[in-house]
């Protein structure tokens, strides 16, 4: 039983690791006004993200975006935009 349970917890924490590494980079912009999480993406490299940063803040700003935030990061979002109360 015991051997069981550290099988499935290996388990885990491998398919995890795997699914982390798998997957892409995403651009994270949060801002105050309007209240927002912002997810520009996928990249295939953190470089290539952070080159394409400054665009995406650009049209932000040009949009009248205030307390803009950012962060690259390895994620999977399932929504582009999320407006947050």
Not at 22 to 28: L, P, R, S, V
Not at 55 to 79: F, S
Request: net charge positive.
């Amino acid at each position: 039983m015991f051997v069981l349970l550290i099988r499935q917890i290996l388990r885990f924490f491998i398919s995890s690791i795997w699914k982390r590494k798998h997957q892409k980079w995403w651009i994270e912009i949060n801002t105050t006004i309007p209240l927002c999480i912002y997810y520009f993406g996928p990249f295939n490299s953190y470089h290539e993200a952070r080159l394409q940063q400054p665009g995406y803040i650009e049209d932000l700003v040009k949009e009248k975006a205030i307390n803009i935030t950012v962060k690259i990061k390895k994620c999977q979002p399932t929504n582009l935009t999320i407006e947050t109360i």
